[in-house]
């Protein structure tokens, strides 16, 4: 089985750097998406990880450890306009089958 | 292109109904993808396209529910007999299906179902 625990709420202020962490425990792990949904939007994609180490995209990047079982997702000079929800996903296997954490919750404050 | 769409976009249905949704990939992706998603909760993993090979159905996805891709473009999802349970946002994805670490997932908009 698989299943992926990252936390429910996070909030920051603009201009921030906050970190958002999942945990997973799955079956045939083959790497790790990040995806952002807005309220009444669809997810759309932000990063994936196939290694360990960190994949920089502008403002957001994200961070593998295979060894842990773990990864981030880091956004920097946090703006109003990134809050949403944030999820992981664990890609299964090779045919980009993924399964997804409940989602983070983030809230950007003045 | 103009990327993943679904229709309808919303559906009220009364329950022991049976409702279809479409999706319509982007247009060269390979892959399709179905999703349910509940308020407060990611998207859960019900089924997915090779073409028009559904190459795996989620536990979660009970006999009174059925996709199809029948010529490899878009896809139906069926539920028959609606239960109040059913109620939920249906998302549909596509992929390129070359794999590798390139491969992401594109997501339509979203049908939102209330069964009542």
């Known amino acids: 089985g698989q299943s992926l625990e990252q936390p429910s709420e996070v909030t920051a202020v603009e201009g921030a750097i906050v970190q958002i962490n999942c945990t997973y425990q799955?079956?045939?792990?083959?790497?790790l998406s990040w995806y952002q949904q807005h309220d009444g939007g669809a997810p759309t994609f932000l990063s994936y990880?196939?290694?360990?180490g960190l994949e920089e995209t502008g403002r957001f990047s994200s961070f593998l450890s295979r060894s842990d079982s773990y990864g981030y997702l880091l956004l920097q000079e946090l703006q109003m306009k990134d809050s949403a929800s944030y999820f992981c996903a664990a890609r299964k296997n090779n045919n980009n089958d993924m399964r997804f954490g409940a989602g983070t919750r983030l809230t950007v404050k003045p | 292109d103009t990327g993943v769409s679904q229709n309808p976009r919303h559906k009220i249905t009364k329950r022991g109904q049976n409702v279809t949704f479409r999706c319509d990939p982007i247009s060269e992706h390979n892959r399709l993808y179905w999703y349910r998603q509940t308020l407060g909760q990611g998207p859960e993993f019900l089924t997915y396209?090779?073409?028009?090979?559904?190459?795996?159905k989620s536990r979660l996805l009970s006999d009174r529910f059925s996709a199809e891709r029948p010529k490899g473009s878009f896809s139906t999802l069926e539920i028959q007999r609606t239960e109040q349970g059913d109620s939920a946002m249906y998302l549909c994805?596509?992929?390129?299906?070359?794999?590798?670490?390139?491969?992401?997932?594109?997501f339509g908009p979203g049908t939102r179902l209330l069964v009542l």
């Open positions: 990880n196939g290694l360990d």
């Open positions: 396209f090779q073409n028009e090979a559904q190459l795996e």
């Open positions: 799955t079956s045939g792990f083959y790497g």
């Open positions: 994805a596509s992929s390129l299906g070359s794999g590798g670490a390139e491969e992401t997932q594109y």
